[in-house]
């Protein structure tokens, strides 16, 4: 059975940093592209940043330069590292797992049960 479990969200000011942690369990991690999405309050869930098994990064236009995503094979942990957060970062954050589709977008299958981060001074 598939586990992600996200920690690390919480309440910081703007301009502040957080890092975010996925930790997952019953899956081969390091075979498997992982992704960050949110959903802020009345939007749709919405794509952060994904990394592939080999690597290969993506990242909203609305984060680059400001979040990072980077995984940890032997730790089966991916992580959110985001910086100069602004009040419209405020968001549940959920991890995920998937698959690479066929023009080369990952695919969310298995979700983590997410963690609230809010920007607010």
């Known amino acids: 059975q598939v586990q992600l479990v996200e920690s690390g969200g919480g309440l910081v000011q703007p301009g502040g940093s957080l890092r975010l942690s996925c930790a997952a369990s019953g899956l081969p991690f390091s075979t498997r592209p992982m992704g960050w999405y949110r959903r802020a309050p009345g939007k749709e869930r919405e794509l952060v940043a994904t990394?592939?098994?080999?690597?290969?990064?993506t990242h909203a236009d609305t984060v680059k330069g400001r979040f990072a995503i980077s995984r940890d094979n032997a730790k089966s942990t991916v992580y959110l590292q985001m910086n100069s957060l602004k009040p419209e970062d405020t968001a549940v954050y959920y991890c995920?797992?998937?698959?690479?589709?066929?023009?080369?977008?990952?695919?969310?299958?298995?979700w983590g049960q997410g963690t609230q981060v809010t920007v607010s001074s």
């Open positions: 995920a797992s998937g698959h690479i589709n066929d023009v080369g977008h990952m695919i969310p299958t298995t």
């Open positions: 990394i592939t098994s080999v690597g290969t990064l």
